[in-house]
C-alpha cells in the first residue's frame, strides 16, 4: 500500500504521477475499488514495466503511461477490454514493443509520440475503432499503404519524423478532419488527397515541398493550411516538363477529340479501358485531352494578395502554355485564382 499513499484518489480516477516509482504492483488493492477505477495516471515516474497486474483494473476506460522508460507493454494489456484511450509519450517504445494481441482493443484515441518507432505497427493498423492516432517526434520513414484500414480516423498526427512521401491510400479515409505531416521530408502531394472532403486543417510545414497540386483547391472544407518553411514559400520555384506522347497516345488523343464512338465490338478491352483513362486538358482554351503524357507545368496563384503559391498544373501539350508577355506577372495568372473564395486563401498560413 505504501505506492499508493501520495496518489491522488477520485471517485473513478487514481492519480499515481509525478511518485518517483520504478515499479508497481496493483494486487494490493482492493478488488472493489480496482473496479471503481476508470482513469488511472502513472506518467512521469521511472517505470520500465508496465505491471502485469495492470489488468485487473477490468472497467478502465483511460489509461496514460507517459514519460516513463518503459520499452515494453506487457501482454495483460490486452484484457483491458473497456479502455479506450491510451497515452503513451516519451517513452523508450519501437514496434518491437507491443503485444501480438494489441491490434484487438477496442481504443478510439492512442498516443505514442516521443518514442523510437522506426515503422508503423501492424497491431496499430488492426484498430478498427481508433479515431485519433499520433505518432510525432518518432523515426518513422514511411506511411504505410494499411493506413487505408483506420476508417473511424479523424486525427492523424505524424509530425516530426523521417517520412519522405505521402501515400495515395491515405486518400480514402473518410472521416480524417486534422492531418499533421509538418517537420519531415515530404517533397511532393498527391492529388489523391482532393478526395478527403472532411479534412479541415492540414500541416505540412517545414518539409521540402517546390509545389502543390492545383487539386488541393477542391477541398472545400479546409480551413487550415500551414505551409512555411517549404521551399514553395521560401523560393519560388518555376518548371515545366514534357514527355513526347507514344503513338498509342496519339492515336487515342485523335479518337477523343473527334469523338469517335468505339465499343467492345470494336476495340479489344485493354484498349476500350485506355480509352476511357483520358483525362481532359483544364485549359479552359483547349478541348484536348491526354493518357500518360502530359505538360507539368507550375502556375503561381495568388494568396491573400500577398503571396503567390505555386500550383502543379498538367496541359495535354506545350500549346497550351500561356505565350511569353513583356509583362512578367502575365505567367503568374491562372483560372484558380479568379475560382477559389478569398476567404478560404486567407486561411493559408505560410508565415
Known amino acids: 500500500m505504501e505506492a499508493f499513499e501520495g496518489a491522488h484518489r477520485g471517485e473513478n480516477v487514481l492519480d499515481l504521477s509525478r511518485l518517483n516509482l520504478n515499479n508497481l504492483n496493483f494486487d494490493n488493492l482492493s478488488d472493489k475499488r480496482r473496479k471503481e477505477i476508470k482513469q488511472l495516471y502513472i506518467c512521469y515516474n521511472r517505470l520500465t514495466v508496465l505491471p502485469d497486474s495492470i489488468c485487473l483494473f477490468e472497467n478502465l476506460e483511460f489509461l496514460d503511461i507517459s514519460c ?7 501482454d495483460n494489456i490486452t484484457r483491458l477490454t473497456k479502455l479506450r484511450t491510451l497515452i503513451a509519450k516519451n517513452n523508450r517504445l519501437d514496434e518491437f514493443s507491443l503485444p501480438k494481441e494489441f491490434g484487438s482493443l477496442q481504443l478510439e484515441v492512442l498516443n505514442f509520440s516521443g518514442n523510437r518507432f522506426v515503422e508503423m505497427p501492424t497491431q ?19 506511411i504505410p499503404a494499411e493506413i487505408e484500414n483506420l476508417t473511424s480516423l479523424e486525427l492523424l498526427y505524424l509530425g516530426g519524423n523521417l517520412i519522405s512521401s ?35 486543417s492540414l500541416s505540412l510545414h517545414n518539409n521540402l515541398l517546390t509545389y502543390l497540386p492545383r ?35 496519339l492515336a487515342g488523343r485523335a479518337i477523343k477529340t473527334r469523338n469517335l464512338t468505339y465499343s467492345l465490338q470494336d476495340l479489344p478491352t ?14 479552359p482554351k483547349c478541348a484536348g485531352v491526354y493518357f500518360d503524357s502530359c505538360v507539368r507545368h507550375i502556375k503561381f496563384v495568388d494568396f491573400c ?22 509583362n512578367p506577372q502575365s505567367d503568374a495568372d491562372s483560372e484558380d485564382e479568379h475560382s477559389v473564395p478569398a476567404d478560404r486563401l486567407q486561411r493559408v498560413l505560410l508565415g
Open 305 to 326: 494578395g500577398k503571396y503567390r503559391l505555386p500550383l502543379m498544373h498538367y496541359l495535354c501539350s506545350p500549346e497550351c502554355t500561356s505565350p511569353c508577355s513583356s
Open 215 to 249: 487539386e488541393i483547391l477542391s477541398l472545400v472544407q479546409l480551413h487550415e493550411l500551414s505551409l512555411r518553411g517549404n521551399p514553395l514559400v521560401v523560393r519560388f520555384v518555376k518548371d515545366m516538363t514534357y514527355d513526347p506522347p507514344s503513338l498509342l497516345e
Open 270 to 283: 485493354n484498349l476500350v479501358n485506355y480509352l476511357d483513362l483520358a483525362s481532359k486538358c483544364p485549359n
Open 68 to 74: 516513463n522508460a518503459l520499452t515494453v507493454i506487457c
Open 124 to 142: 496499430f493498423l488492426q484498430l478498427q475503432r481508433l479515431q485519433s492516432l499520433s505518432l510525432g517526434g518518432n523515426r518513422l520513414k514511411t
Open 166 to 200: 505521402i501515400p495515395v491510400e491515405l486518400a480514402n479515409l473518410p472521416y480524417l478532419s486534422y492531418l499533421v505531416l509538418c517537420d519531415n521530408r515530404i517533397q511532393s502531394v498527391p492529388p489523391q488527397l482532393n478526395r478527403l472532403h472532411s479534412l479541415r
